[in-house]
């Protein structure tokens, strides 16, 4: 595996308004939201966040958990850290893998069940290997500044795809951001 620090240079050549740092911030927000979503059984709110095969896959966990009856719980989540584990800019568009070492109290319970008729796991930490993804010629400075295109009034990423002016429906967050999450994988436990 490559240096990432070569490929977020040619990233940031090509892109010279990318900044890792808010790249980061913005994948957290993912990791978040996609938690959030398989917690609450509702693979749809993820829908916008993430590849068609992750969706596919991570729509047949929630599914699975509907007719098992239980809910896979991540309270206390955390990311303790992220960091670039791979970066490359290829002809068919940017890759950037973030290895994210997060906390939580990850526990599953029946539908009926109460958490507090069990002794509540302990904060055990987790890591994953999340990819994200944009096409080739996305930049930064085009989804920096979305604009509703009925009004012309700027979007923020972070409050939703309806315009909080005119009410119209905005693009789907990917399209919002440019980056889509295309593999998430386990990564080794934290000691």
């Known amino acids: 595996m490559t240096d990432p620090a070569i490929g977020l240079g040619q990233i940031q050549a090509a892109d010279p308004?990318?900044?890792?740092?808010?790249?980061?911030?913005?994948?957290?927000k993912s990791l978040f939201a996609v938690k959030?979503?398989?917690?609450a059984r509702e693979p749809a709110e993820m829908r916008d966040l993430?590849?068609?095969?992750?969706?596919?896959?991570?729509?047949a966990d929630v599914m699975s958990m509907y007719t098992r009856g239980t809910v896979h719980y991540y309270d206390l989540l955390d990311i303790?850290?992220?960091s670039v584990a791979a970066a490359e800019r290829t002809e068919a568009g940017d890759n950037i893998t973030v290895l994210f070492q997060c906390v939580a109290m990850q526990y599953t319970l029946g539908e009926n069940e109460s958490p507090d008729a069990i002794q509540m796991p302990l904060l055990m930490p987790f890591s994953e290997y999340w990819t994200f993804s944009r096409p080739p010629g996305a930049s930064t400075?085009?989804?920096?500044?979305?604009?509703?295109?009925?009004?012309?009034?700027?979007?923020d990423v972070d409050t939703g795809r309806i315009c909080r002016y005119c009410?119209?429906?905005?693009?789907?967050?990917?399209?919002?951001?440019?980056?889509?999450?295309?593999?998430?994988?386990?990564?080794?436990?934290?000691?």
């Open 80 to 82: 303790r850290q992220s």
């Open 141 to 155: 400075l085009a989804q920096r500044r979305p604009e509703c295109p009925i009004c012309g009034a700027p979007i």
């Open 50 to 59: 993430v590849s068609d095969s992750v969706y596919d896959d991570l729509r």
């Open 167 to 191: 009410k119209t429906l905005m693009p789907p967050l990917r399209q919002q951001t440019g980056w889509t999450v295309v593999a998430i994988a386990p990564a080794a436990q934290n000691a």
């Open 36 to 39: 959030s979503a398989l917690q």
């Open 17 to 28: 308004d990318f900044d890792v740092n808010a790249f980061l911030a913005q994948a957290g």
